[in-house]
């Protein structure tokens, strides 16, 4: 669902306050979002739009289930995410 995908999105971007550390307003980001699954082959069975948000919700569990942010500067965290 592509509206469930971008909320999950904007919810780990919130809670790491990326918005406001960076100034990214929530329309540009959406459309970011929008432009990157569309970016993606939709018949791909791996390598899709999906997988790519797994990689990004499976650091975002790195870098808060480990401690990472303590070692980590907000612009880093941002690199890893996107």
Known sequence: NVVRDIMHAIDIFDDQGL???FS???T???HF???IK???DSDAPYHNSLHAFDVMHVCYLLITKCGA???LESF????ILV
């Open 19 to 21: 918005f406001s550390r």
């Open 24 to 26: 990214i307003p929530m």
């Open 69 to 71: 942010e303590k070692y």
């Open 28 to 30: 540009t980001f959406v």
């Open 76 to 79: 880093n965290i941002l690199s």
């Open 38 to 40: 569309r970016g993606y």
């Open 33 to 35: 979002i929008d432009e």
